[in-house]
Nanobody, 120 residues
């Protein structure tokens, strides 16, 4: 079992930035970020695998969000820039011991979530 603990959420004005962190109890091959807004399904945001050379993003965050990982610290980050109200959600960190890509069902480990609120 892997424990994942997110941090870094909060309230930000539209156009602002936040950096989310997710600390894992051990390294996993894939680390991903998902988000869920009220009344909506959980959706893929970004994922990174291996040493960090391969990343994926949903189209709406491409160019604004950057995922990275520090394997020495078993930590993954999500730098979010140019935030807009549509980005507001609970953000979840997820991990998998194989390449899980964009599908939530492929991830075995989940954090408790961190709230991101964007004011217009």
């Amino acid at each position: 079992q892997v424990q994942l603990v997110e941090s870094g959420g909060g309230l930000v004005q539209a156009g602002g930035s936040l950096r989310l962190s997710c600390a894992a109890s051990r390294r996993t091959y894939t680390m991903g970020w998902f988000r869920q807004a009220p009344g909506k399904e959980r959706e893929f945001v970004s994922a990174i695998r291996g040493s960090g050379g391969s990343t994926r993003y949903r189209d709406s965050v491409q160019g604004r969000f950057t995922i990275s990982r520090d394997n020495a610290k078993n930590t993954v980050y999500l730098q979010m820039n140019s935030l807009n109200p549509e980005d507001a959600a609970v953000y979840y960190c997820a991990g998998s011991d194989s390449w899980a890509a964009v599908t939530a069902a492929n991830y075995d480990y989940w954090g408790q979530g961190t709230q991101v609120t964007v004011s217009s």
